[in-house]
């Protein structure tokens, strides 16, 4: 039983720091999210002539933190950006 535990824990060891990785990658991109969504409400408060920036109930689905999806996001921001 000690000699199985020693593997387990040899185990985990040895993916702990990959874990770590990928959640300071989620992380980042979560904040990537995150900052894009925040940038979208202030330009479309100052397009719609409000001086709060609206409040968008935009949760960010960590359920799909693609780059695909930032770029849509993007996307809008920049279609934002041309029309102020």
Do not use: C, H
Not at 52 to 79: A, C, F, H
């Amino acid at each position: 039983p000690e000699k199985l535990a020693g593997t387990l824990k040899q185990q985990l060891d040895s993916i702990t720091p990959a874990l770590s990785e990928m959640k300071k990658r989620k992380d980042d991109r979560v904040k990537q999210f995150q900052d894009v969504r925040t940038q979208i409400q202030r330009i479309s408060s100052e397009i719609s002539g409000n001086e709060e920036p609206e409040t968008l109930e935009w949760d960010v689905n960590q359920g799909d933190l693609s780059l695909k999806r930032l770029e849509d996001y993007k996307i809008v921001l920049q279609k934002l950006y041309k029309e102020k």
